[in-house]
């Protein structure tokens, strides 16, 4: 078992579980696991961008500040977009979702798309569709980037995005938890439509996070 898999099925065994069967949630337990590996991967990835970011940071700073403390307000953003809340939101709603889509295509005699089944090529080839998709999923990011600034209510929503005043690397993730709602959307509803399954979409949102 890699050290992910590991820490994502601690996790869920020592919290998850135990919160699941308190609250009387225990349908929620098959969802639970992917959702802490979610969790782990965002952790990790916050952990490594810190390692690579904070000492070029100290070397050659955007800007420099008086008191760091205000930095922690977009820590709290980005453990919260990577590690937390929205993680549990994308990665739940989306695998019910396509449980819930998938169904409705196969009772109406239609099987379900998949890119490999549109693009024959990449039958065989994880690896390979796995880089279509995240290629598919930027390009539509860009659009949902777009769109963020010129429809004018959703702006309001993305303008706390460019309203940091102490540039550092934390301040990517500092949104509004409304847009980062929408943004999980848009991918959702993008990937259900290529077949992009509920284990390779979360690594795929954090792939492109991490890019970015």
């Known amino acids: 078992m890699d050290p992910f898999s590991f820490a994502a099925d601690f996790v869920q065994q020592h919290f998850l579980v135990p919160l699941l069967f308190r609250f009387d949630l225990m349908q929620w337990q098959e969802s639970a696991y992917g959702w802490a590996l979610f969790s782990v991967y965002g952790l990790a990835q916050v952990a490594l961008t810190f390692a690579i970011c904070m000492p070029l940071e100290r070397w050659r700073p955007i800007e420099r500040w008086p008191d760091g403390r205000a930095v922690m307000t977009d820590v709290l953003y980005t453990i919260i977009a990577r590690a937390g809340l929205l993680p549990l939101v994308t990665f739940v709603g989306f695998y019910h979702a396509q449980a819930w889509f998938n169904g409705l295509l196969l009772d109406a005699g239609w099987l379900p798309p998949t890119l ?97």
């Not at 309001?156 to 929408?182: E, P």
């Not at 991918?187 to 439509?193: K, R, S």
Request: net charge negative; no cysteine; charged share 15%.
């Open 116 to 212: 490999e089944s549109m693009v024959p090529g990449l039958a065989g080839q994880p690896i390979l569709a796995f880089i279509v998709y995240a290629i598919i999923l930027d390009f539509a990011d860009y659009w949902r980037h777009r769109f963020s600034h010129k429809v004018g209510w959703w702006y309001a929503l993305h303008s706390l995005h460019h309203a940091q005043r102490q540039m550092t690397f934390w301040s990517d993730d500092r949104n509004h938890i409304l847009d980062d709602l929408i943004s999980a959307l848009w991918f959702g509803v993008i990937a259900l439509l290529i077949g992009i399954s509920p284990f390779q979409f979360p690594l795929l949102v954090l792939l492109l996070r991490f890019i970015e």
